[in-house]
C-alpha cells in the first residue's frame, strides 16, 4: 500500500531532502502495509529503496504468520491447539520469543504472562465479538492462565494443559521492530522511523543531525496535541494506553489490557504507560507489565535494572556470551532461559538476573499518565521530556 493512503498525524520533523537527481532516483516513498491486524508504516529516507522495504516487509509477514492466532496455520495456533496433547517443533523465532516471555513473566511476577490467550479470546476486544465474560467463565478460563505450565524442550514448545493459549500479542511487535532495526543495520541505513500500529523506533538520528521528537498522545484525545514530546535517538517508544482498543458496554468502557490474575481489565488510575529503550522487545513487554503493576512497582523495577547493570560491570567476572557492550556506554543482557522449564537465574535478592533475560538493558525509562492529567516519568528523562499539553502539570520524576 502507498503511504500517501493513509493521512495520519506523526510527531517527527524530519524532512527529506533530495541534493541531486542520482542521489534520489532509486530513492522510494515509504511503504505501508497491514501486518499484525494493524497498519505498519517504514520510512527509511534517502536509503528507501524498493529492495530494501521489499526485505523489511517480508520480514513481518513472516513473524506474522509465525505468530497469529487468528490464522490455523500458524505456529502459535499449532501449539495452541495441541496444548494438553503434544508438543509442536517450531521455528527458532518462536522458540525463542516464548523462552523470552517466560522470562518476563518471571521477572515481573506474572504481570506479563504470555498464556493469557484464554481470557483474552472470552473478551475478543478488538473483534466484531467483544463482550463481558460471565464470572463462570472466567473463573474456568484463569487456571489455564498460568506460565509455569509452558515447556520448551529442545525445538519444540508444549502447553501443560488442554485449553491454554499462547498470546504473544505484548510483545511480538517489539520483536519485529528489533529485527527490522538488525535489517537496517545490516543495509548500512543511515536514519529511519518504523511505526508497527504506533510501536514506534527511531533510528539514527534527523538529517540535520538531531534527534527525532517523538510524541505521546493524550489518553483522553489522542488525535490531539500530544501529553509529552521526547527527544531521541536509536530508541522506541512503546505505549499500552486504555484509549487504544476497547468497547463500550452498558455504559462502562472496557480496555485491553487485562490483569492474568484477575481476568479483568486493569482499573489503577492508569490512562498509558510508555517505556523507552534501545530494545522494542523489552519495551513491548514492560509497557503492558508496568500498567499492571502501578508507578510504585514499576520504577522499583526499572530501577533493579539498572542496578543490577552497575553490579555485573563492576563484578569483574561478565561473560562474554551475556553481556554486550554495544558502543553507546549501555550493557545489553542478552542470555535465555534454559530450554528446560527453569526460572531464570536469581540474584541474592531473590529477583531474576538479568542476564537470563533477553533484551533487558541497563537504560529502560518510563512515562506514566493518570487520569488525573498527571505524568510521572523516569529522572533519566529530564533532559529529554518537555510536557506539549497546557492540560498537564509539569511532570514528576522519579
Known sequence: MKHSQYKRKLYFTAV????????????????????????????????????????????????????STTRADSEVSKINDAAGSNAIQVSQDVLYITGVSLAYASLTGGAFDPTIGPVVKLWGINTDHARVPSQ???????????????TLTGTSVFLQKKGMRLDFGGIVKGFAADKLVDILRTHKVKRAVIDLGGNIYVYGKKKDNTKWRVGIKNPDDPSGLPAVVLALQNSTVVTSGVYERFFIQDG?????????????PVDNGLTSVSI????????DALSTSLFILGPDKGFALLKSFAAQAVEAGNSGKKKQDEIINDGMGTWLFTG?????????????????????????????????????EKVLA?????????????????????
Open 252 to 264: 462502562i468502557r472496557y480496555h485491553h489490557i487485562i490483569n492474568p490474575k484477575t481476568g479483568y
Open 336 to 372: 535465555i532461559p534454559s530450554p528446560q522449564n527453569e526460572e531464570p537465574a536469581l540474584t541474592p535478592a531473590g529477583t531474576p538476573s538479568l542476564s537470563s533475560v533477553p533484551g533487558i538493558p541497563a537504560a529502560v525509562s518510563a512515562v506514566f499518565i493518570s487520569d488525573k
Open 276 to 283: 523507552i529503550s534501545e530494545s522494542s522487545t523489552a519495551a
Open 378 to 398: 523516569s529522572e533519566e528523562l529530564k533532559p529529554v521530556l518537555e510536557i506539549k499539553n497546557s492540560r498537564f502539570a509539569p511532570a514528576e520524576f522519579r
Open 16 to 67: 527529506i531532502v533530495c541534493l541531486g537527481f542520482t542521489a534520489c532516483r532509486k530513492t522510494v516513498d515509504p511503504r505501508t502495509e497491514l501486518v499484525f491486524g494493524t497498519v505498519c508504516t517504514v520510512n527509511a529516507y534517502e536509503d528507501g529503496t524498493e529492495k530494501l522495504y521489499g526485505e523489511l516487509f517480508s520480514c513481518l509477514n513472516r513473524l506474522d504468520g509465525e505468530f
Open 136 to 150: 463462570k467463565e472466567l473463573d474456568d478460563a484463569l487456571p489455564l492462565v498460568n506460565w509455569h505450565n509452558v
